[in-house]
């Protein structure tokens, strides 16, 4: 983990919130990315916005909506943006912000990156994070993700790239909602809860929606220009998703890093349709194929100030050994070597660079660590975690 190691939040300055944001628009085929974007930029609150496309699949519908739309559209001429031209995606942000400086084309302060249906959107994340120019002049504002409320369980169902999208996205756009029943909305929504407790589910139609509410997703007020951890951490979210899992049984297990042996969590390691547990947490009226049922959202909170060395150890042994199933990580941590805190921010293998924050967000000082992984629960995160930070168990 290059980013997180030799950083110490001790000398880490705050990030500067005036890089461009960009957001990521996923979501399955067909599930009205490119509605929801036509309908965004009709909004004049929309108007100062680059967007980012590609010709990959239906591309002359893409490229004429988005010409009409936008005047500083950039088209990406080959291929998958996730997969083969992420090169592109660099050449393509660089290039726009050349012609911004230059007047070439109009001011924008905001860019939406559209993927294709299929795509992963942890690449583009990646490579906003990783390569150093865009970092510093363009910063990840989120992830939004549209998902059918038509067609979405079924795709949840058999997709495992929709689950995913799904699981990273830090905003979910229920779409279709005027062609849904509202039992089959009101089931996929409680479904995406699990998957992705934090991020708010906004069903629209015909892509109307309050950009407001998709936007600005980031650590980052835009209005009062500092950070808002609560907002962007959401942990409650994560404490109220386990607690429902777990039939609202609150065992306050997750609220000490000391209660192991109580595991109330139920990593399920085996294939679906083993024997589970009375209490498991699973809905088992369901297909036994379920994606989502990889998928794991939980929070862990530490009452103790943890040694920085000791929590980069613990990130990198993690991600050395399942980085690829860390979907999304983020934390608030209460560091040893600072009053003040510290944000974390990963996706699979790349993490921001940690920030130190001025001020606590509130009176509650303890770490809070929320995670989206696939097939990795708290069980064996914890224990490593225990291991690492702790030096338990050796
Ligand atoms: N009734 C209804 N139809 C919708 C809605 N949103 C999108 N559609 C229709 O669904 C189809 C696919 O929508 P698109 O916006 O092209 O979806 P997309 O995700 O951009 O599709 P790809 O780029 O092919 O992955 C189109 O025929 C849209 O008109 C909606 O909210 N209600």
Request: proline share 7%; hydrophobic share 40%.
């Amino acid at each position: 983990m290059q980013i997180l190691s030799g950083e110490s939040p001790l000398s880490a300055p705050a990030a500067p919130p005036a890089r461009l944001p960009v957001s990521v628009l996923t979501g399955f085929l067909g599930s009205g990315k490119t509605t929801l974007l036509q309908a965004l930029l009709r909004n004049p609150a929309m108007a100062r916005t680059a967007i980012v496309i590609n010709e990959f699949g239906e591309v002359g519908l893409d490229h004429l909506l988005v010409a009409k739309a936008s005047e500083n559209m950039v088209l990406m001429d080959s291929g998958c943006l996730c997969c083969t031209i992420r090169g592109d995606l660099v050449d393509t942000l660089r290039d726009l912000f050349l012609k911004r400086v230059k007047g070439e084309i109009p001011e924008f302060d905001r860019v939406v990156v559209e993927t294709t249906g299929l795509a992963d959107p942890a690449p583009i994340i990646h490579t906003l994070m990783s390569d150093p120019l865009l970092a510093a002049r363009f910063r990840l504002d989120g992830v939004i993700a549209t998902v059918d409320a038509a067609h979405g369980s079924l795709q949840l169902d058999r997709q495992p790239e929709s689950v995913k999208q799904a699981a990273v996205a830090d905003r979910i756009v229920l779409t279709k909602t005027d062609v849904a029943t509202p039992a089959a909305t009101a089931a996929l929504m409680q479904r995406l809860a699990a998957i992705n407790p934090a991020a708010p589910i906004i069903p629209a139609a015909h892509g109307e929606v309050d950009p407001n509410r998709l936007f600005d997703a980031g650590l980052y007020n835009p209005e009062t220009k500092s950070p808002d951890v609560a907002r962007w951490l959401r942990e409650e979210a994560y404490r109220d998703e386990q607690a429902k899992a777990h039939g609202h049984h609150d065992h306050g297990h997750h609220e000490h890093d000391h209660d192991h042996g109580h595991d109330h969590s139920h990593d399920h390691d085996h294939e679906h349709g083993d024997h589970c547990g009375p209490d498991c947490g699973h809905d088992h009226h369901h297909d036994a194929n379920r994606h989502d049922d990889h998928i794991r959202a939980f929070c862990m909170v530490i009452d103790r100030p943890i040694p920085w060395n000791g929590f980069v150890d613990f990130m990198e042994a993690l991600i050395a050994q399942a980085g690829e199933n860390l979907l999304r990580v983020k934390g608030l941590l209460n560091v040893q070597e600072s009053e003040l805190p510290v944000v974390v921010h990963g996706v699979q293998h790349m993490f921001h660079p940690p920030v130190r924050l001025e001020e606590w967000p509130s009176d509650d000082h303890r770490t809070k660590l929320v995670f989206i992984t696939r097939d990795l629960g708290q069980p064996v995160i914890e224990p490593l975690f225990n291991g690492l930070v702790w030096g338990e168990g050796k």
